[in-house]
Structures are given as structure tokens and as C-alpha cells.
């Protein structure tokens, strides 16, 4: 790679030496680091196999490859019938299914129209019952109604649906996110992703419900499937919380965008990054990488030139982990997505056996004597038609959205400084549709601006046609006007991930002239109808273009070759090809039972009994007596009382004060209350009052350490400060929750020092989202969640790796065992110890094929390990699946700063509030380096969602914070 900077910088003048000695040092310590990697993996990879030996294939494990087999056959069987959910995200632009505005921006272009097209076609599979499409929702009063419906149909539901569940078919859903009056563009939309995968895990949980039907267990999506970098990102926080599979497709790469832009020379690193938002873009484009079964490709150059510029991805690395796969070998906690290449589809259903014929004269069809009634001809030939001069010589059309990767202005150059070409053919741009340039976006309005600058300066005016507007509807009429004068179709774009344009011009006939970077290099491959180009060679375009204009018999061919083999771009062909390659994803669903009263059942968990008195307690149909023993005492109480005129709640203060305590009772979950300070509601059944009862929680996530990494006294302060702010006169309806990055033990024993039981708390979320228990069910871990969690989790195979990778100087971290747990790593931070960022570590496990997330906490003093979908952010949205959790009347409190995932506890369907000056010392400088992404791409700068303490964490300034964000 680093020989290509060079020699770019010394032959093509573009960049400067000091901009192509820093992009060359850059890729020299990406590839240093391949091999770093390589060289451990090569080490650990040859113990796997020195391990297994010549056993690797030993009668038990050809027994296991066997039984595997047999289970997928005995799946695919039983699942033959069986009716498919599918998600696809497509976050940005403008996306509806009728009329769509292509080329009204930089963000509304063929992707919109593909994964609309792909929605109705996987909908229109057999075996496929529902297809949502999800994207933001609109209201801005600059756009169109429809961007505000939150559905929209795009095909009938099927005429055998047998009405059980939601009714079948294709849907476009637009998830509120961000500011509702508002467009945002797709390199301002970072910040608000948290808060549209709250909304989407909402509406997913419900539609998988209905899906379900009377069955009562719901139909959960067979994949979710994002498109483009922040939806990539979008898929894989919902797939982590679901325990979904996730598809991704990347479109176009933010890697090999900012290497294009820098060679084009005219921005360095630094403008590209605050322009695009390139890095945030990458790290989303890794986040996908790291959560993904299967990565959608159109052409294996694809692969290979621009997925493998990534640290999640590296081509030999994968075949080899695949062989082990296939041979039952180990691959040591390794892991790598399979991609899979899917030639994009298209619509055929526009295109005529009329379009086959050309024979007919152009001057035949159009009147040009004013004096003459004209033919009946599309509107869109004569807008064209009017800007030429000589409107007989055959169109070479340009047709993208006005997108300076798109490459128009080389376009114009090669054709404004080639004669011959100019002699021969006309060139029209069709650059999506404007009003007034001076309105437009800065960076459309300045393409537009030097195109019509190069059309003066080569006096190209009756030779280009650059029409104001064209519908949906007019683009298959300006690929025949095209093939009418026997034209050809040309996609300079620096890089085109997919290339539908040069599948659409095929189809109505137009041989083709393409750039080499992306989608129409195979395309042209299984085509052969057209030829490839240098993007950035004006001359190159310019011989093509004159080649296939000037040689008829070459025309010929290629149109034939084109409409020939048409037929492997089809919709149909894709969607055969996308669910045969998503049938070999890993059959992922929840591992657990939503809660009783999330899924609206009454019925209690079949491994939690009550006992014979407990059950007396709660039926309401009798008077009861019951005996309650205090562990902690030998006094005993008898209680006599009516259940139908008191609630639970009101018949244990009733115990309380026969008790002759002022404490509350814990339910141990034997025959004995325990006592101790529980939560407002005391839990006397456990699972009919827990999470899904409460009416609002309250998340205390306030990392209060001092230097050394204790908790500081402020924690105390808060804890009783918050559960005061929460009130008494609503008693037993508030829900409390601790999140930390300690250990289980750490927090017990942190609780009791600040004299709070854990028993005051629903849920403790402990070891950086590790772990979670609920104190009403006995100190102890949520199994599920440690199974839910657990997937893609390399375990005892990360230990070495991140303490050997972690340390600068040898031993600045070593093993906290006692922080340790089954699904976290702990490492001690020596005192002034050199650590690396959490990017940079987890960018070297990346190229280790290592997925793990990362977190510092305790004031840095400590590294935590812990799976990928495993976070504090990501344990909430677990607690609002399985138990019916409501994260919009969920309150989270948080210092100004805190560990490394301090960030991603703020943005979110949840309030949150920043409690000021409880929080001395944070770890936020271990987060990223300099040229990473910025805090602004991770939390919104304005959010009514998120609100300060005026002066600190005082119970008043609490209360103050809620009625700002309007809790419940």
C-alpha cells in the first residue's frame, strides 16, 4: 500500500510529500501490525493444532462434525415452512417508496433506491412473511409529508395470509431520532444512533410479538441486515441485544473514501475528518465487522481492496479460520465475518421488447420545425433535447446524484478537451434536481457551480444537456432516449460500491464505460458489454468513450452481450442467492423467556415455585394467616388481615410494624423474610414484583472513585440523595438499578459501607455490563444474560493476549483475579504505568480477530475485559427486553466524567442527568488519541434528553434535573 502513496505523490504531483510521508508511516504501522498479529496468531494457531494433533479429526470429533450436520438438517427441515421476519436498516436520506427523490442530496442516491427494491423483492420470496425497512423519521417543513408517517406499505400483504399475527408483506417504518423537525444529514447523525436503536428494539420486540401470535412465543427476526456504516452500526447493537444474526453491507467505505480523497490532493487527513466525520465513520464500519455473520459484497475486488484495509478483516486470515471451521480444529477464540459476494438486483419490469430495437431514426420520433405538431414523446426527451444543437449524434449519459465522488468534473474535462469526441457525440448530465444552486448544500452547490463553469470554459453549450428536473419515473426514459441515438453510458465515480446505474443502462441496451474501483468490475466481467477506466485519467475516459461511439460493430456487440446476460442482475437471481448464503448464518434467537408481564402472561417462571404461605399472600379469594421468622432474630410475628381490601405493598408494612421494625423484609426466595432495607417495593413474590412492575427506574451509573480507585463518600450522598429525589408518596412504583465497573463483590461491599443494603436495588449491573443479579432473587448472576452475552466471547484465549498487548513496559498491568468472573477479564494498572488508549488496544485485538469490548475504570487503575455485545449500555436494553423494562421513563444518573464507556451511557431514549461535581476523577483520557473521533460524534451537542445539576447532587437539585426532563 505504501508503495502506491509514494508513487502517486512522485508521478501524479496530487498530494503533498509531507501529506504522503504521514499516510505512508500511517500504513507502515497498519501492516507492522498485520504482522504482529500474524506472527502471534501463526504461534497460537500452530499450539491449537500441536494440541489437537492428528486427533483433531478423532472419532469424537467426526462424531461431533456429525451430529452438527444432523442438527442443521433436522433444522432446515422442521424450518422448511417456517415464515421468515427480516429487518433492514437504512438510517439516512430521504427513503420512501414512491417518488423518490434521488439526487435531492448527497445522502439520497442509489442506495435508497436499492434497499427499497430489495425490501419489495425479499418480500415477494417464498418463505419470507415480513419485511421491515427502518429509517429516521422526518417532520422538517422543508420536506415532503411522507417522511413523517411512521409506516408505509411498499407491498400488499400476500393474498394466503391466514390472519393469525400481523399481516404479511413489505414496510417501510421510520424510527424517531434526533430532533424530530430536522434533516440531518448522514455525517451528523452519529450522536443520535443510540436513540434509534431504543426505538427500533421497541418496535422489533413488539412486531416479533405480534409475528408470534397465539403461539405466545414471538417470532424474532431471522437476520438483521444494515446498510452503510451508521446503520452497520445500528445492527449490531440490536443484533448484541436481540441475540439476533446480523447482516451488513458497507455500500461505499470510509477507508477508501479518505484514501481517494487524498489523492485527489485537495484536503488533508485533518479537513476530511472534520468534513465527513471519517473515523467516527470507520469505527462504525469495524463495529459492523465485529458483530457481523455474513458482510453483502457486490465484486470480490470488494473484498480484497477495501474490506481488507480494515483491522477487523484480513483476507488469509479468514480462508484460514474457515478451513479450521470446516475441520472441527479449534480456531482459539478467533473469528472473522464470511462474505459473502451478491451482485446487486434491478426492476426489469420497466424495460420493453421495444427497447431491443434501434433502428428506428431519432429524427423520426422528434419534430424539430416549430411549425410542426410534435410527436407524442416522453416530456424528459424534449427537456433534454433542447439544450443540443444537433440533437441526431449519439448521447453519452452521465447519470449520479451532484456528489463530488461521483467524478462529474473529470467527465466534463475529458470531453471538453477531446475534439473528436466533442465532433461526435453530446454528453447529458443528469445531476439529480435543483431550484436555486445559491440554496443548496456548500458542497453541492460548488460541484454544480464548477460544472457550469467547465461548460463555459470549453464552450461546450449546445453540446451538453444539464436539465433542472426529472421524476423517478423519467429515468428509464432517458436510458432509452440514450439507446435511441445509439449512445453509451458512463459512471466515472472514484469508487462506485455497487454500480445499479451500469446494471440499468445494460438492461435498456447502453454499452457501458466504467470506473475500476468497486461494483462494475464484475459487473462488466458477467456483462462484457462496455469497458473500465481509470477515474482519474481524463484521457483514459475520454478513448473509451470515443471507441465505443466511433466503432459500430463494437456498439453492436456490446449491447447484445449486455442484454443477453442481463437476466444475473435480477431481483429474483439476488434475493435466491442473499437467503441461501443468510441459511448459513448461526440460528442466533434469545436464549431467554421474556418476563411474565412483558409478554402480557400471568404465568410465573416455572424454576421459581411459591411457597404454600406466599401463595395464601396472594390469593385474593381467601383470608389467610402466616407466620414470618426474621433470620436475624427469634422474634416472630402473626398476622392476620384481608387481601382483598390491601395491596401487597400495604400488608408487609402491616408485617413491618407487627415486626416492630421500621426495616423493611427481604424475600430470600425460601420460607423466610431476611431483614434488611429492600426496594420501595418490597419483592414478596419473585416474579410478581420485580422490573416490569414498576412505573419508572432510576439508573445510579456514577463512577465515584478517587485516585487510587475506592469509592469516594460522594457515592453514599447520591445513592440516598436519588432514591429521596425519587419520593414517597408513590411508593413502590420507582425501580432503582446500580451500574458500575466493579465486580459483584466490590459493589456488596461498597453498598453496606455506605450503609444501603443491596436489597434497595431491582438490578445490579456489575463488571462493565458483564454481569447482572437481582438482589430480590438472591445475590447471584442472571444465567441468561451470562448466556446471552457470552456469544463470540474468545475467553481464556484474550487473557494472554490483552496482558501481553496492554503492556508498555512490560509490567505495567497484571492479573486482578479476585475482579475477575466468567465473562470479565480484570487487569490491575501499575501506579503510573503506561497504558495504551482503548482504541489502539482494541484495534490491535481486531487484527488478533479478538472481538472484545473494553472498558478502563476505577480512575483508570483498571482494565476491564469483557464480550463484545457486554456493556452497561447494552445491559439496559437487555433488562427492557427481558423484563418489559420502559427505557423512556428510565432515568440514568451519571458524573461529568467516569470510565472509558462514560459516553455511551448519555444518549439514548432514556433521561439522563449529570450529577455536578460528584465525580473526581475519571479515565476519559484513555479513550481514544488524537486523531480519532471526537465526543461531539458519540453525544449530542443539544438533547432534551440529557440535563445538568445547577450546582451539584443535592436532593433540591435532583428534583430540579427531573422536572427538566419531564420524568414520569
Known sequence: MCWRIWHLARKKKKIEWDDARRLAKRYLKREQGRKDAAADMSEDLSEGEKEKGESSLSDASKENIARINSDLQMWSEENKDKRLYIVLISLHGLVRGENMELGRDSDTGGQVKYVVELARALAATRGVYRVDLLTRQISSPDLDWSYSEPTEMLTCPPSDDN???ESGGAYIVRIPSGPRDKYIHKESLWPHIPEFVDGALVHITNMAKALGGSTGDPMWPYVIHGHYADACECAAMLAGALGVPMVMTGHSLGRNKLEQLLKQGRLSKEDINRSYHIMRRVEGEELGLDAAEMVVTSTRQEVEEQWGLYDGFDVKLERKLRARSRRGVSCLGRYMPRMAVIPPGMDFSHVTSQDMDTDTDIASLISFDRNQAKRDIPPIWAEVMRFFTNPHKPMILALSRPDPKKNVTTLLKAFGECRPLRELANLTLILGNRDDIETMPISTASLLTTVLKLIDKYDLYGQVAYPKHHRQADVPEIYRLAAKTKGVFINPALVEPFGLTVIEASAYGLPVVATKNGGPVDILKAL??????????????????LKLVADKALWTECRKNGRKNIHRFSWPEHCKNYLSHAAHCCNRRPSWRPAPHATGRPALPENEPLTDSLRDILDLSIRFSVDVKLNCGTDSVRLSGDPTAANPQQLLDAMYKAAGTTESLLYNGGNAFQRGSVPRSLTIVNSRWNLNDRKRHFVIAV?????????TKNLSDIIQNVMAAAGSDDRGRTGFLFSTGCSLGEVIEALRSCHVEPGEFDGLICGSGSVVCYPWKGIGDDMEYGAHVGYRWPGENARTAVERLAAVEGDDVADDVEACGSHCYAYAVKDGGKVPRVDDLRQRLRMRALRCNLV??????????????????????????????????????VGEKGDTDYESLLPGLHKTIILKDAVEHGSEKLVRGSGSYQREDVVPCESPNIVSTELGYATHDISIALDKVGHM
Do not use: Q
Open 163 to 165: 390472519g393469525d399475527g
Open 703 to 711: 463512577d465515584c472513585f478517587d485516585e487510587f480507585g475506592k469509592f
Open 856 to 893: 478502563y475504570t476505577r480512575a483508570g487503575t483498571r482494565l476491564n475485559v469483557v464480550p463484545l455485545f457486554a456493556s452497561r449500555d447494552m445491559a439496559l436494553r437487555y433488562l427492557s427486553i427481558r423484563w418489559g423494562m420502559d427505557l423512556s421513563k428510565t432515568v440514568v444518573f
Open 528 to 545: 462484457n458489454n462496455g469497458l473500465l477506466v481509470d477515474p482519474h485519467d481524463d484521457m483514459a475516459i475520454a478513448d473509451a468513450l
